[in-house]
């Protein structure tokens, strides 16, 4: 009986814990919301310095030794109850996240922040002028801070492990590169048959389009899709995203071009998908580290899933493009349904990953993803890292950069993080997604027929109970398994990229 | 030699502290900001959690007893350099204010806190319903920890006089109980002058003003005013107020109603006015205690400063008033400068505060402020203030709410915080408005030329330099008696009134 009541106690006194711990995290990531959003311009530095010691308070508070014990005197509950519970989750995932964020010294901690933010300063100075030498030096500090980050988690198989374990738990470089490499292999081909035949005219997206009024389109199509404005909005910044304050404030950003209506419509159904997983979660794990998506690759599948297998699909737009030409008739009105969907999934060899279409974009990750382990185990040198970047384009791509701005100093990653573990979510994303859709077809076949009539209330509900309401419960390994029955494979995507584009270029 | 040493790192250590602990402030406002402007609906729950946990570790780290050993090593350094010193004032002001946190117990604290969010709760339920004997045993209860506040502050002279510290500091009931009362003797008649006059007509302000249209023209005269939209921002809020996040990030909010032209106007320039404190505030005392405005009263002097004395002046519409007729023809094109200049000038006995006269809302201010001290004094039960309420607007205002809802129920003020020290600044900052702009009269007599010219640098110069720069360095009575050459009296405020109303209502 006291053994029970001492139980208690000490798992209220973790969850009195990580509540504080949420809240400032929370306060945190609203600074960082309203420095891409409202603040004046020269509430910066201020800003940099309140984020900067909120980090530091939520990480001191997280890896106090009595978080430590507390984990250590609790693993008799966890024992005593069902994995799933909420409970036993709370334990087990707290604990894993305590002891890797207990690895890392915070001295450590403190010369990387300080290094980062010189690099993403010296990159954004060096970026217009196509400068690699400029950031060269920097890059090379990054990559032996990178190892050291790695190996204060001995015992890996690959020294990029522990870092692609930062946002995706459990996935392996070797499991990866041998992933990737099935993937690319499939891929290389379909995209050379495709960009063999006559590219698709997409001029129509590319018309002036008010930019007040797309934004009144996306707010409409997202209501539809299942996002929930009680529980959220959308502002627009430079970069979109998503991020939440609680399981009851999840916000997206998007951003708009005048001349280019692809842009406002896609970011926002992608970050949408990101804002769904979110707000879909348990509210009973609100306060915890498990009320968050289980890993970025998860998380990307679910804006991926959104934006290109649901938004980008026929039936979509057969249901929202009569209301798309009904608020820009004039641009709209003499172009076809079947012309719009066309330009919406040109396929097209080119060098800027997050403007590449479904076909492509994973060659881009995939050269990112090798480059960073090529790095990591010394096999590449930083001062080659250009020249590299390059002849990848060349052999995956078939083009080749002119200017380093659209080849090595093209992504921020590696320019404000670590080198490893940055790239692989967006594939894993985009493979997981399918595999995903996949197994909800099979769960609800008339989905399909849903998106036709603009209903998404059963794939929502299908992917909030299966995915969205566990939060971090489970591993995305154990979420794949348990949803799809299978583990994560290429096989889904590779389908879905050749029906719908097999069908689109009549390959 | 290493005397010094000790003490330069010991001042250092106070600094690094009363940074941290500034952004934490910060991030709690940034909380509050965003919970008025942006906050999805369904966000509010979380975000009282976050802010009351971050309010918490503020407090905690201030009231830290090893904050006291520094602040009692330190005081040999303030003794040796000059009072008004950054250093020597960062050791005094600091000790001041940790004094006064940490007689307060947390336990205390807490349990006033939750006492006031119940509080809240039960009069924002009665209000509308016009339903005292709902919220009386709540204010009984407020009364009672108003005067257990009162008491970890022993030696007063009046039991007021430690709440009133909480917002201007140094003033003492006795003191402003004999200012407020020949105050009183001086408006009573004044107001009886003015009001047994026909009814000044303000029809033109209660046209249909589109919302949009007004705040652009807010932003316009704010912007020439002096405001630094760099450094600050203004948003629509229900109650408008001024906000800071340091003193480069400071903000503003307002209220439009389309059929009130004043509204958006005076609020503007009202906020406006406290933001212009805050934005001339010396860079040099960022991160610290003396980085604010120093006293409500004073701060409220530079809001009705800018609102009133210039805002509503006939100096200041000579100027714009051409422009706001340009802004909206359709309303104003017939209307002459001396109909909108009497119309926004209407002195008109009323039950409401906030939309009071300049003329008249001392009334309304000082009949609360003796409440308080009445109910404080346990000269008045809480079962009888309603009563109380309209003997007093019967007496001062010659007029009596009917209901509740525009009497005791009226002000947030009591259901939200303690009762006693709430209200005395708005007439402090009314009285220290007319003494400064007097005193900034005689260094530049040009200032009122100026006005009728747009210019208003001369002014906002002079205001910076004798009174932003210094944060809070000096109190507010160091303050005025150093900028007038005199303490705080009401012979500026009644000229102020006699000139300018007397001219209005040829009295």
Request: glycine fraction near 6%.
């Amino acid at each position: 009986m006291q053994t029970i009541e001492k139980t208690e106690t000490k798992l209220l006194e973790l969850k009195t814990r990580l509540s504080e711990i949420t809240d400032i995290e929370a306060a945190a990531s609203l600074l960082y919301w309203d420095q891409a959003t409202y603040m004046p311009p020269k509430g910066a530095a201020a800003r940099g310095r309140q984020l900067a010691t909120l980090q530091q308070i939520s990480h001191s508070k997280f890896t106090d030794p009595a978080m430590g014990e507390l984990l250590e005197d609790l693993r008799s509950l966890e024992a005593s109850l069902p994995y799933d519970s909420d409970e036993a989750s709370l334990v087990r995932v707290t604990r894993r996240k305590y002891e890797r964020a207990a690895r890392v010294p915070a001295t450590f901690m403190a010369k990387f922040s300080r290094h980062r933010t010189d690099t993403y300063g010296a990159w954004v100075a060096a970026r217009p002028d196509n400068n690699f030498a400029a950031v060269e030096p920097y890059l090379e500090k990054t990559l032996e801070l990178s190892r050291e980050l790695a190996n204060f988690f001995p015992g890996y198989d690959h020294i990029a492990d522990p870092l692609i374990d930062f946002a995706d738990y459990g996935m392996q470089a070797g499991f990866l590169r041998s992933l990737f490499a099935q993937l690319r292999d499939e891929l290389v081909p379909i995209v050379e048959a495709i960009t063999a035949q006559p590219m698709t005219d997409d001029r129509c997206l590319h018309q002036y389009y008010p930019a007040q009024d797309q934004l009144a389109f996306t707010l409409k199509i997202i209501e539809q899709l299942g996002y929930d404005f009680q529980r959220g909005r959308q502002d627009q910044t430079h970069h979109p995203f998503m991020i939440n304050f609680s399981t009851e404030d999840v916000r997206i950003t998007t951003r708009v071009y005048d001349n280019d209506l692809g842009q406002a419509l896609f970011s926002s159904i992608h970050e949408m998908g990101h804002g769904l997983y979110e707000q879909g979660i348990s509210p009973t794990l609100e306060g915890t580290p498990l009320a968050g998506g289980t890993s970025a690759g998860i998380h990307e599948s679910q804006s991926r899933l959104w934006e290109n297998i649901v938004g980008r699909s026929r039936g979509f737009w057969q249901f929202f493009y009569p209301q798309l030409q009904a608020a820009f008739p004039h641009q709209l009105k003499d172009i076809s349904l079947e012309t719009f969907y066309r330009a919406i999934n040109k396929v097209v060899r080119s060098l800027i990953r997050t403007d590449a279409d479904e076909v492509t974009y994973n060659l881009h990750v995939m050269i990112r993803f090798d480059l960073e382990l090529d790095l990591l185990e010394g096999k590449l040198a930083v001062r080659d890292l250009p020249e590299a970047w390059r002849e990848r384009y060349r052999s995956d791509l078939g083009i080749v950069p002119e200017t380093d701005m659209d080849g090595v100093l093209q992504d921020v990653h590696w320019y404000t993080s670590q080198i490893g573990g940055m790239f692989q979510c967006y594939t894993l994303g985009n493979l997981m997604s399918s595999q995903i859709f996949e197994a909800a077809l099979v769960a609800h076949p008339e989905i399909l027929a849903n998106i036709e009539q603009g209903q998404f209330s059963t794939l929502h509900n299908w992917l909030r109970e299966n995915i969205y309401q566990h939060g971090c419960k489970y591993t995305a390994a154990e979420l794949i398994k348990g949803v799809t029955g299978a583990d994560l494979h290429i096989a889904p995507f590779i389908r879905y990229i050749r029906q719908k584009y097999g069908q689109l270029y009549d390959l």
